[in-house]
């Protein structure tokens, strides 16, 4: 009965690298929403998914992030040209639906260290 | 937008006593609102949520409340056990943009034995 999944666990880059986050939902939810935590801070949304659709990425950062969903395949969040203050815990939710009171499950995220 | 406010911060209870944690919602078309538990190293769990045509929910030692015309919810654990010891976080949707979260800043729980 596997949750949310997202890989890796851990992510080391410098700077200027390329950051690629993984995020596979859980079985039968199609929507997928990625936050981000920094340090001792709540989880900031980022970007709102379905399948081969973008729906608000208005959380996004207009350079550098991007996101997608593909029809086959997990959620992909890329980060380029990866700055120090990239540095921050990643988490992905996923949803059976986009109805405003479907119940969001998280994975254990992936923790970005630039070095 | 939505802003979600929690407070308090930190909340240090003994073994057995209760636990309460508050939020105000700024959206008054918001109709779900989650609580999460995180411990160190994981990603939040969801452990109670209620919505907008409710006023308590109870699970076991947790309940929450909400008061929509005050648009504010609460937390209620009781008998705190060590295991509890972690960080929570409300959060409300935001109707018009999907099933989008406004999270609080959290509350850094730490039940003593």
Not at chain 1, 3 to 27: F, I, T
Not at chain 2, 40 to 45: E, R, S, T, V, Y
Not at chain 2, 68 to 88: G, M, N, R
Request: charged share 25%; hydrophobic share 30%.
């Amino acid at each position: 009965n596997a949750g949310v999944m997202q890989n890796p666990r851990h992510l080391v880059r410098r700077r200027g690298q390329e950051a690629r986050l993984r995020c596979s939902p859980m079985k039968g939810h199609s929507h997928v929403y990625w936050y981000r935590q920094l340090p001792e801070e709540g989880l900031k949304f980022m970007v709102y998914l379905q399948k081969e659709n973008i729906i608000d990425e208005s959380g996004m950062p207009k350079e550098r992030f991007s996101a997608e969903f593909p029809k086959e395949g997990p959620s992909i969040l890329r980060i380029q040209q990866v700055v120090r203050g990239d540095s921050a815990a990643y988490f992905c939710a996923s949803s059976p639906s986009g109805e405003g009171s479907q119940p969001q499950h998280f994975g254990d995220g992936t923790r970005l260290s630039i070095l | 937008g939505e802003n979600v406010e929690q407070h308090p911060s930190t909340l240090s209870v003994q073994e057995g006593d209760s636990a309460v944690i508050k939020c105000t919602y700024s959206d008054s078309a918001s109709n779900y609102f989650p609580w999460y538990k995180q411990e160190l190293g994981k990603g939040p769990q969801l452990i109670i949520d209620i919505r907008s045509n409710v006023g308590e929910k109870k699970d076991q030692r947790i309940a929450v409340t909400l008061n929509k015309t005050a648009k504010h919810f609460s937390l209620h654990i009781t008998e705190t056990q060590p295991e509890d010891s972690a960080v929570y976080f409300c959060a409300a949707n935001i109707r018009s943009a999907g099933n989008k979260l406004t999270f609080g800043g959290g509350t850094r729980v730490l039940v003593k034995p």
